[in-house]
């Protein structure tokens, strides 16, 4: 099966009082592929994740995804290998060096929401991630032509 290896990794947005969570993945040169804002880190929603990845328009399918040590994602990803929605020759695997791409990408996201100071409403939080996430594509040359 060819393709690549997807890193997954989530962090937290203040939006209003509470926070809410980022999960974010990067192939390993660390171009973002697919990102989701959730109110919840929780099986659900991780579910929800690789159900958006899968669906994104990327070249290639994964042949592993590395993730952190989030409880949740064992167990949404065994559910979604099941429901045909990752491929079944595709991997999962726990490994904290492999995950360093997606937490420096995380880094350069906070420091734009630090900028804009806090979200009043999950929506346009949503929102703005999605511009600051396309501005990012643009600027290192990403951009499918």
């Given at each position: 099966m060819g393709g690549t290896s997807y890193r997954v990794g989530e962090t937290y947005i203040k939006v209003g009082k509470s926070c809410q969570y980022l999960s974010r993945a990067a192939d390993k040169e660390g171009q973002t592929i697919e990102f989701m804002l959730s109110a919840k880190r929780?099986?659900?929603?991780?579910?929800?994740?690789?159900?958006?990845?899968?669906?994104?328009?990327?070249?290639?399918?994964?042949?592993?995804i590395s993730v952190d040590k989030n409880a949740a994602y064992p167990e949404a990803f065994s559910?979604?290998?099941e429901g045909r929605v990752v491929a079944k020759g595709c991997k999962f695997r726990r490994?904290?060096?492999?995950h360093n791409v997606i937490e420096q990408e995380h880094r350069f996201v906070k420091k734009e929401v630090r900028a804009s100071q806090c979200f009043k409403g999950f929506h346009t939080a949503g929102r703005t991630l999605e511009g600051i996430e396309a501005i990012k594509v643009m600027r290192k040359g990403w951009v499918n032509r």
């Open positions: 929780e099986v659900s929603a991780a579910k929800r994740f690789f159900k958006k990845l899968m669906r994104a328009e990327h070249r290639r399918l994964p042949f592993s559910t979604s290998r490994m904290k060096y492999l």
